[in-house]
């Protein structure tokens, strides 16, 4: 800033100019008045002299975008080593599974002063589970019951997690497992929400007795998921009673008295 004092002596016509320069050093003002994300809740509150924050997201949310905002209209600002316009939101920053670290560099005014935040964003690992199947029993049969006439159970796999499934699958163990016939889903692949169906049923020509086997329902990064089938064979009912044999009953003589008998 340069300011001019002019001396004009006293015959009217002799001046003098003096001339002052006044350097105004810049703003050494490196804090952002506020800062925010597109996905996620900063913690703690934002103020501008808190240099570290977290905040988390969930497993679906792939990025996320920063916007900072200065406190003096001098400064400059990157998030993440890359120039940001003010109250304008960055590109988007990818997250990895678990903690990602993003930093939000303000340089002052004055070209030598900074300040760095730091926002720590979880992205939570995905969950791998299913809907709960429960213990199955099948309508009785009776020996020699017809071929195809057992029933037939179709049951669902439903993803209610947050990760996806591949490679579902389902098979039986335990001693009867070989006296049930199962088909396998015809989807392998499940996304958050999607589901599946299989079915299982007795095998044909089952003598009488009780049939249990285990069926487990399993999947990349699933904890199996085990359930029990149970199909009663009854033998074929008879209808008896026990023997009563031939009665004879005491000799009576001709002029009994009646009820004697």
């Known amino acids: 800033n340069t300011i001019s004092v002019e001396v004009t002596a006293a015959d009217g016509s002799t001046t003098k100019t003096y001339t002052i320069t006044v350097t105004r050093a810049a703003s050494s003002n490196a804090d952002l008045s506020n800062l925010s994300l597109s996905t996620g809740t900063l913690t703690p509150t ?52 678990g903690s990602n670290t993003i ?8 070209g030598s002063t900074t300040k760095t935040y730091i926002v720590t964003v979880t992205r939570i690992a995905p969950t791998y589970t299913i809907d709960a199947i429960s213990n199955q029993t ?36 335990g001693t009867n497992a070989g006296d049930f016939d199962i088909t396998q889903p015809p989807v392998t692949s499940l996304m958050s929400g999607d589901s599946t169906t299989f079915t299982v049923k007795a095998k044909d020509n089952l003598v009488a007795g009780t049939y249990t086997a285990t069926v487990i329902v399993s999947a990349d990064n699933l904890t199996p998921v085990m359930f029990t089938v149970t199909q009663i064979v009854s033998a074929v009912p008879t209808y008896t009673i026990d023997t009563i044999s031939n009665q004879t009953f005491p000799a009576l003589t001709t002029g009994y008295t009646n009820g004697t008998q």
Request: glycine residues 8%; charged residues 10%; negative net charge.
């Open 103 to 110: 930093s939000v560099e303000v340089t002052a005014a004055d």
């Open 46 to 97: 934002f103020a501008s002299g808190t240099l570290s924050y977290t905040a988390s997201v969930a497993h679906d949310v792939t990025s996320v975008k920063v916007t900072p905002t200065l406190a003096d209209a001098g400064a400059t600002v990157k998030v993440n080593n890359v120039a940001v316009a003010s109250g304008t939101a960055s590109s988007d920053i990818t997250l990895n599974v």
């Open 138 to 173: 099948f309508p009785a049969l009776t020996t020699g019951y017809t071929n195809g006439t057992q029933e037939t159970k179709t049951l669902t796999i439903q993803n209610t997690g947050t990760g996806s499934l591949a490679n579902v699958a389902v098979a039986l163990s």
